[in-house]
């Protein structure tokens, strides 16, 4: 399995993961939501494995800028799996498919550095 990063091209911290990647010569595969949205299979392994909250980005521009009603009917993994596919944007970046199966959001250099020397 290869590795495969999820997220959006113009993200800070996507651009921090794929060039952390880049400079340690790993091969991934990149899927951007903007162009070819949230895959729903992966969204609710995701949601499965880490959890709603984990993958929800309540302190991005996105969710502050949902009418706040929007933001109240948010109140389990239905409600935010449904949110997330509408709104991919919501979804903290990058996801992370490792090819030991499991999947992390977000990026740490150190927790990266020690995944990728195994």
Sequence with gaps: MTLRLFGIPNCDTVKKARAYLAEHAVAFDFHDFKKHGVPTD?????????????????KGTTWRGLDPALQAEVSDAASATRLMRAQPSVIKRPVVEWPDGSVTVGFSAEAWRERIAQ
């Design 42 to 58: 992966a969204l609710a392994a995701w949601v499965s494995a880490l959890g709603w909250e984990a993958l929800l980005n309540r």
